[in-house]
């Protein structure tokens, strides 16, 4: 499935099978989970995407080939994910101070590379991850990007012990697990009135949920946020206690209101959480081992990559969409 251009549908299209380049492995798509930021693609609301493209950086694959020089322990057969963050230049200034997340170069799946909308694709290795045998593909491919993003977005809200989060969609319903299994306690927010979302988020061990319209009963540590409406920043804030953070996690966000300071006042911090970077994709596959999650996800096959999307944008899932190859 490729986008031609912002604005318009995907379009089913029979390319050629790709040749692996060098340090490049060929892949046999499994799966690959439908992200908001391929939304977000779609509308023109991300700079700079080259085109035509095809979407998806969610992927779960088996190696099919391997390009001249791959660096890594990799061999047909294996099964390996392919997240969001797809190349780095290595030398700029965040490359080498460990934050190669936000690379002055970098190239993303699905968006400056092609994806995962496909039955094949190409990836560099040296940002590939290896996944176990055990699970169906459909239930970790919204690890890569949803589970990886919430698991950062998590890591740099410090060390919260009541953790907010705010809009119960793909990535807050598999953090919301694991952090329930680090023994945090979770408040989960949906939209107001929203009382399957809430029900679904407690059957997945938050400790309270309720609209966006209700205050929790006790002051919070920390609020992730993952629906892109920026006057949830506000209200995040006012729910936090002295010293909390709330994280932005989405790559596009509407515009936030204006909040007296007293609000922000107490050490309270609002930051936002970019890419990932490869050691958090180790880290959080390590921790997903230690602590199996259970990912609700809805099946679609490739050629439905266009109404998932639209299934997504009406809020109409619960979890994740994950698009099946045949
Ligand atoms: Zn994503
Ligand atoms: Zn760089």
Partial sequence: MVLEQPGRPLRLTDLPRPVPDAGQL????????VCRTDLHLLDGELPDPVL?????????ARVAGLGPDVQGDWHLGQRVGVPWL????GQCRFCTSGRENLCEHARFTG??????????????ARYCLPLP?????EHLAPLLCAGLIGYRALRLAGDPHRLGVYGFGAAAHIITQLARAQGREVFAFTRPGDGASQEFARSLGANWAAG?????P????AGLIFAPAGPLVPIALRHLDKGGCVVCAGIHMSDIPGFPYAWLWGERSIRSVANLTRSDGLAFFEAVRQTPLRTEVQVFALEQANEALERLRQGALQGAAVLRMA
Wanted: charged letters at 15%; proline letters at 10%.
């Fill in 212 to 216: 966006t319209d209700e205050a929790p």
């Fill in 111 to 124: 968006y400056q590379l092609n994806g995962g909308y496909a039955e094949y694709t190409l990836a560099d």
């Fill in 52 to 60: 035509p493209v095809v979407p998806g950086h969610e992927i779960v």
């Fill in 86 to 89: 797809g190349w780095t230049c």
């Fill in 26 to 33: 060929l892949l046999a798509v499994e799966a690959c989970g």
């Fill in 218 to 221: 006790q002051p919070l540590d």
């Fill in 133 to 137: 045998d055990g699970p169906a593909a």
